[in-house]
């Protein structure tokens, strides 16, 4: 779940389940990527642009065992023409505590065709039948 913060940012937690082990005992890193990613990604919401992450700069900064709660916050830094630059924080043992994760991410604003001509043609059907979906990429569509 993510939250609306000050300036264009984010907050959300992530609890690191036993499926998202890397070594014994320890959240994998692809995992704790993922979910910086996702954060990250959900600022582009709040501009109202559709974007792909186009690069992702991640810092291990500590060991993350399973069961913690992350706690992420995400702002972004820089827009630009297309590319939307930003930043991501991820705490252990609470909102204020020691940092755990961080990321830069420059994400890139596409068009709704960048889905439509590269997905799987049968989740593209799908999105494409769901009335919400439609709705929410329409919505992208036309000036808001
Ligand atoms: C009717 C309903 C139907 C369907 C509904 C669907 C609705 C969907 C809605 C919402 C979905 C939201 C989804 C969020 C997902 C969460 C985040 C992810 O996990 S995303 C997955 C991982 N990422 C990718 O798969 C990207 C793969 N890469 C690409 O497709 C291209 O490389 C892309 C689009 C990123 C860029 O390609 P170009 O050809 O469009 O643009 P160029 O001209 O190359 O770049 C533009 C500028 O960006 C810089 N740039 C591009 N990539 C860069 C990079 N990796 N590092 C640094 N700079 C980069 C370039 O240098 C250029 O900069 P200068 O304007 O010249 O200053």
Do not use: C
Not at 76 to 84: E, F, L, S, W
Request: net charge negative; glycine share 10%.
């Amino acid at each position: 779940m993510a939250r609306a913060g000050e300036g264009v940012s984010v907050t959300a937690e992530f609890t690191v389940q036993p499926a998202h082990q890397g070594a014994p005992g320890l959240a994998h890193g692809g995992v704790l990527a993922t979910a910086l990613d996702e954060t990250l990604g959900s600022l582009n919401w709040l501009l109202r642009t559709i974007a792909v992450t186009g690069r992702l700069e991640t810092d291990f900064v500590r060991p993350v065992p399973v069961d913690t709660v992350l706690h992420l916050d995400a702002r972004i830094t820089a827009v630009h023409g297309r590319k939307i630059y930003s930043t991501a924080t991820g705490r252990i043992g609470g909102p204020e505590g020691p940092v755990a994760v961080r990321a830069d991410a420059l994400f890139i604003e596409v068009k709704v065709d960048h889905f439509i001509d590269n997905g799987r043609p049968a989740e593209i059907r799908a999105a494409m039948s769901d009335p919400d979906q439609v709705r929410r990429a329409r919505a992208f569509e036309v000036n808001p």
